[in-house]
């Protein structure tokens, strides 16, 4: 059975810091480019970070570029996002996701994740 779930988030304040984790089983993670998508209320996905196979190259949206920064361990078959300098627009539920589009297409759409986690809500509010 595959698994992704994603831990780590909660309610911050702006300018602060959260980290998350995405935690898989049940397929060669190594196997696939990973991401993290989010939804804010209301709102269509938005992708965030991308990270290739190894982890040699990443990915970010101009949204979140300086700010996030997304990590993989094959190891522990674990994805990981970083977020520092959070604002209110952060406001979301967070997913993790495995890439089966392009990985070198400039941007990414829901038709391009395959296995995706529950989600993780982060809200960034005072």
């Known amino acids: 059975e595959v698994q992704l779930v994603e831990s780590g988030g909660g309610l911050v304040q702006p300018g602060g810091s959260l980290s998350l984790s995405c935690t898989t089983s049940?397929?060669?993670?190594?196997?696939?480019?990973m991401a993290w998508v989010r939804q804010a209320p209301g709102k269509g996905l938005e992708w965030v970070s991308v990270?290739?196979?190894?982890?040699?190259?990443?990915k970010y949206p101009r949204s979140v570029k300086g700010r996030f920064t997304i990590s993989r361990d094959n190891a522990k078959n674990t994805v990981y996002l970083q977020m520092n300098s959070l604002k209110p627009e952060d406001t979301a539920v967070y997913y993790c996701?495995?890439?089966?589009?392009?990985?070198?297409?400039?941007?990414?759409?829901?038709?391009?994740?395959?296995?995706w986690g529950q989600g993780t809500q982060v809200t960034v509010s005072s």
């Open positions: 990270i290739d196979w190894y982890g040699d190259s990443t």
């Open positions: 049940g397929f060669t993670f190594d196997d696939y480019p």
């Open positions: 996701a495995t890439l089966v589009g392009r990985y070198e297409s400039s941007s990414y759409s829901a038709d391009d994740f395959g296995y």
